[in-house]
């Protein structure tokens, strides 16, 4: 088996293992202090899923550091992350699973499950499909700067359909394994456009509106999000809108911008059952 070697390591995230693990912390405790201020997910037991998105870190970053403060905080991490990503590059009519031994970053390797191994046997491995994918890469370094010891399920997703891929990801799902969903929102539309745009979105994660999603919704990464929405309603997760920001942010041009948005989903807290 393999390594899938960095790459996009000096393009979308530094590739100086020093630097980029100093962003990627200042990303995370500039996330933790929104998280405290604005602690949306007060009433969640348990995480199940986090959207998150996968630009360069210099325009998505902050976003990406806001979701992943959510899973810094946890008392139990995971020890399996099942990531989802589009196909960016290289189509696939339904999904690609990494049936390598590990991803590579500028921070070490990231050790790939044998479930991915399984899962590549069923439903396939093209090695071109993931070779210059940025849409998984570049959430291993957060991953890594979290979490002490976890394995990766890889999966990118080309013209998969939701409902199917959630049959083939429900199983998987157990205590110690967390559902990532990589995606950006919408792309090159002018920056009121665009919140505009991605203001339905937020709509459609938070309410766990399907339908509603998959007529307005704007993601790349659209199959992996409705994938999470139907698992959530599958299993009565309730789905939380975190942080959102575009390229406009870090860019200040307006005129041609991508939308980034984090969301978690969770098993929440019966209120009545806190009361007793």
């Avoid at 993931?130 to 990118?156: A, G, K, R, Y």
Wanted: with cysteine; proline share 5%.
């Amino acid at each position: 088996m393999a390594i899938r070697p960095a790459a996009v390591s000096g393009l979308f995230y530094p590739a100086e293992p020093e630097r980029l693990r100093a962003d990627v912390l200042a990303y995370l405790a500039a996330g933790e202090q929104h998280r405290r201020q604005h602690n949306v997910l007060a009433t969640l037991t348990e995480l199940k899923a986090l959207i998150v998105p996968h630009a360069g870190y210099v325009y998505s970053g902050a976003t990406a550091g806001r979701a992943y403060a959510e899973l810094a905080c946890l008392q139990k991490k995971p020890r399996k992350i099942l990531l989802l990503g589009p196909a960016h590059r290289v189509y696939t009519p339904f999904i690609s699973v990494a049936a390598v031994q590990a991803y590579q970053t500028p921070l070490g390797p990231v050790n790939v499950s044998e479930v991915a191994l399984s899962l590549a046997q069923t439903y396939g491995f093209m090695p071109a499909v993931h070779q210059q994918e940025h849409s998984l890469e570049v959430q291993l370094p957060f991953l890594q700067c979290i979490l002490p010891d976890f394995e990766l399920i890889p999966i990118v997703v080309g013209g998969a359909d939701p409902a199917r891929l959630a049959t083939v990801i429900a199983p998987l799902l157990d205590d110690e394994t967390l559902l990532l969903i990589s995606t950006d929102l919408s792309h090159f539309l002018t920056d009121d456009q665009a919140r505009l745009r991605d203001a339905q979105s937020h709509q459609g994660i938070v309410n766990l509106d399907i339908e509603g999603f998959r007529q307005k919704g704007d993601a790349c990464g659209k199959i992996g999000v409705l994938t999470a929405m139907i698992l959530a309603k599958q299993n009565q997760w309730s789905s939380f809108f975190l942080d959102y920001t575009n390229s406009s942010d870090a860019s200040g041009d307006r005129s041609r911008v991508v939308g980034y948005g984090a969301y978690a989903m969770g098993l929440k807290t019966n209120h009545e059952d806190k009361q007793q």
